[in-house]
């Protein structure tokens, strides 16, 4: 079992089947960062948005950074 932390998506189950494999996770009501990049950044000036994605990204790092301290590799 991985420890929560704030920047990773709740996995809340994994169904395997012969077909294929379900990952069941939790809800994001404001959707997900490739809808959220496309839409609320292009709103923000260059500046903002730079700023926005520099934080985003260390988000990113600071949540596969956990990943990997559990000894997951994604």
Do not use: W
């Amino acid at each position: 079992m991985i420890n929560p932390h704030k920047n990773i998506i709740h996995i809340k189950s994994v169904i395997e089947s012969v077909k294929a494999i379900y990952i069941i996770q939790e809800y994001l009501p404001k959707g997900n960062l490739e809808n959220f990049t496309y839409t609320f950044l292009s709103t923000l000036s260059t500046k903002e948005t730079t700023k926005l994605r520099l934080d985003i990204i260390k988000q990113i790092a600071d949540g596969m950074n956990h990943y990997m301290s559990c000894g997951i590799v994604h």
